[in-house]
Nanobody
Framework: QVQLVESGGGLVQAGDSLRLSCVAS????????MAWFRQVPGKERTFVAA????????YYADSVKGRFTISRDNAKNTVYLQMNSLKPEDTAVYYC?????????????????WGQGTQVTVSS
């Protein structure tokens, strides 16, 4: 049974940093591309960042480029999202997702498994 469990969300002020973690179990983590998406109530879940299964490629939404960094630690079955210079518009529930041999797709349909999400709230 595949599980993705996110953590690290919270309430911060604009300009602060947070690091989200997503621990995967029930799959061969090194064979999966990983991604972060986010969603605010009443809106579509949108792409934030992705990392290929080999870790050699990363992709970012324009809105987070230069502020967020995605990385992975295969020894810990964990993908991270380092978020710096946070803005109120970054407020959302953040979800991690996995895709077998994923190369960094930016669309929701490319991903097979999803976590339950972690709330990030940025106050102005």
């Amino acid at each position: 049974q595949v599980q993705l469990v996110e953590s690290g969300g919270g309430l911060v002020q604009a300009g602060d940093s947070l690091r989200l973690s997503c621990v995967a179990s029930g799959l061969t983590f090194s064979a999966y591309g990983m991604a972060w998406f986010r969603q605010v109530p009443g809106k579509e879940r949108t792409f934030v960042a992705a990392i290929s299964w080999g870790g050699g490629y990363t992709y970012y939404a324009d809105s987070v480029k230069g502020r967020f960094t995605i990385s992975r630690d295969n020894a810990k079955n964990t993908v991270y999202l380092q978020m710096n210079s946070l803005k109120p518009e970054d407020t959302a529930v953040y979800y991690c997702a996995s895709a077998r041999y994923g190369r960094g797709a930016t669309t929701k349909g490319a991903y097979d498994y999803w976590g339950q999400g972690t709330q990030v709230t940025v106050s102005s």
